[in-house]
């Protein structure tokens, strides 16, 4: 029986991570840490330990512990900042992981921009600020209404906001700078790209493309309150194939990353000629649903055990073999996933298909 350890266990991402890995056709022994007192109380672990902040100086110690305590086999740390912390402190938790190294997975919005621009990757046009003196002259730069705001880094929409003009941009940003929540610098304003949303999960292994999918976003829970309709993860989402997504999502990572090791999600939006850019690379992470995926696909479209990428990727991590996959559209086009709090998650297509997940 494999033994994991399971960082960040109580988030969405992690709580489903570990519902993918209980549906696997072996058994594990799954140990699960959060630093939230409530959130620990979530996921389907036999073993629940509620941790410090990642940079708490008793944090690696306490994963070190854990991994003898528990005889641990492996370790996946979900959220991205744990996820350096372990990348970083390799030598200090012996358990095995499955992660880039710490500097590709701790890259900033911005940086990212910037090396895939450089090799020729399609991205949004993009701007920096110091001071409140240089948003006229970036905001023309731009050259789009509305500019997207955003910072370089964070997740769930972090501090985004599009905006029409330079004095909404002022206010927007001088209103958290002012709350010492961010810095002028920390922020990045980018060309709008109106269409379609889409996300390209994949699995690489020492350079190696395993997997992937593609999916569109459609709509975000609570969007109606949310400033700029964004909430992070998706309410409503939907399986898409394109061969144009798969094309430039392995080009972004491995422009990013020589010899991809690890999980690798690549978000995109399309400009106004329907072209997809990049504008963000999350590496050493798995989307808040790509495990929710995997776990739909063996509960409800009766796909092989290859379908559960949380499963292949424990696989991997731990040196195992898996058979020969598809590398590209792993899931059936024109299946949507709708979740949203309180309703359950349920596989739905058009014409009035659904099954639910959980």
């Known amino acids: ?88 402190n390799r030598q200090a938790i012996s358990g095995r992981c499955y992660l880039p190294d710490w500097r590709v997975i701790a890259r900033d919005k911005l940086e990212t921009q910037k090396i895939l621009e450089k090799k020729k990757v399609r991205v949004a046009k993009t701007e920096t600020i110091a001071n409140a003196k240089d948003i006229p002259k970036a905001f023309k730069s731009v050259g789009t209404k509305p500019v997207w705001v955003r910072a370089k880094s964070g997740a769930g929409g972090r501090l985004a906001l599009p905006c029409n003009s330079s004095s909404e941009i002022e206010h927007w940003t001088k209103l958290w700078v002012i709350q010492r929540k961010v810095k002028w610098s920390d922020y990045m304003l980018q060309e709008f790209l109106p269409k379609r949303n889409i996300a390209w999960d994949s699995l690489w292994f020492e350079g190696e493309l395993i997997t992937s999918f593609c999916r569109e976003r459609i709509a975000y829970p609570f969007k109606h309150i949310s400033v700029s309709g964004i909430t992070g993860t998706p309410s409503v989402s939907k399986i898409i194939v394109d061969k144009r997504i798969d094309r430039v999502g392995e080009r972004a990572v491995k422009a990013l990353d020589p010899k991809p090791h690890g999980s690798y999600s690549v978000d995109l939006k399309e400009d106004n000629d329907g072209e997809p850019r990049v504008t963000e690379v999350d590496a050493g992470k798995f989307h808040t649903t790509t495990p929710l995926w995997g776990y739909a696909a063996i509960k409800c479209l009766g796909m092989s055990e290859s379908a559960n990428i949380p499963h292949l990727y424990v696989k991997l991590g731990t040196g195992g073999h898996v058979d020969r996959i598809v590398k590209h559209d792993l899931y059936p086009e024109d299946v949507y996933l709708l979740r949203h709090i309180d309703c359950g998650a349920w596989l739905w297509r058009e014409g009035g298909w659904k099954k639910r997940i959980l």
Do not use: C, W
Request: charged residues 25%; glycine residues 6%.
């Open 1 to 88: 029986m494999k033994r994991i350890l399971v960082t960040g266990s109580g988030g969405v991402a992690g709580v489903n991570f570990v519902n993918a890995l209980k549906i696997a056709n072996e058994k594990m022994f799954i140990v699960g840490t959060d630093y939230d007192k409530y959130h620990i109380e979530f996921p389907d672990v036999d073993v629940r330990v509620r941790s410090p902040r990642h940079d708490n100086s008793g944090f690696v110690p306490l994963m070190s512990s854990l991994v003898k305590k528990h005889q641990i086999d492996f370790v996946h740390p979900q959220p991205s900042v744990e996820a350096i912390v372990i990348a970083k």
